[in-house]
């Protein structure tokens, strides 16, 4: 049993060392930083999604900014769009689990709002609709997926493809840039 539980915490280990020395992946972690700086600065929101763990990540980021993460500050406008129960059971069970996303996008999303969706497969269809209405009204998508970035890698202004295709691993490097974007955020428009 040892053995497994350092096995584990090795390849999580290996996936931030891959990300640590991926340039491009690093360079696109501070695109979205100044992306979301620059959204909050201009008075809009960011908002976030996912399903499953992917979900309660997205709740866990959007608090980072709603409430704070080192400093007492003002909130910062962001939320979690699957937190009202009643609407997400109701439009899934009047439409489709897929349109869960797309019709909040579209009916409190304006252009110069960030989205941000969470899915390790990138295949997410919930999303996947999401960021397709989402790029219709120009709100910037960001993509945090697995290695490949699915059907959204081609839908996101900016993608973080965690390397890897091992669910658990993946959502841990979620948590990881999500965090670091929270932390420099908040560094950016509260400094001292």
Do not use: W
């Amino acid at each position: 049993m040892k053995n497994n539980i350092k096995q584990i915490i090795a390849d999580s280990i290996e996936v931030k060392q891959s990300l640590l020395a991926n340039e491009q992946l690093l360079a696109t972690i501070n695109d979205i930083v100044h992306t979301v700086t620059l959204a909050f600065e201009n008075g809009f929101k960011v908002q976030f999604c996912g399903n499953g763990g992917s979900a309660a990540d997205a709740q866990h980021l959007a608090a980072e900014f709603s409430g704070r993460f080192y400093k007492n500050r003002r909130a910062l406008p962001s939320d979690a769009l699957h937190c009202n129960s009643s609407y997400l059971t109701a439009v899934a069970n009047d439409y489709s689990y897929d349109e869960i996303y797309a019709r909040l996008v579209d009916g409190t999303m304006v252009k110069g709002d960030v989205l941000i969706g969470l899915s390790t497969s990138g295949n997410s269809s919930n999303i996947v609709k999401a960021f397709e209405v989402a790029q219709a009204k120009g709100i910037i998508t960001i993509g945090f997926t697995g290695a490949t970035g699915g059907a959204m890698k081609n839908l996101s202004n900016h993608l973080i493809n965690i390397p890897s295709t091992i669910t658990p691993r993946i959502q841990e490097s979620h948590i990881l840039v999500g965090h670091i974007m929270c932390e420099l955020v908040e560094q950016q428009i509260f400094p001292g």
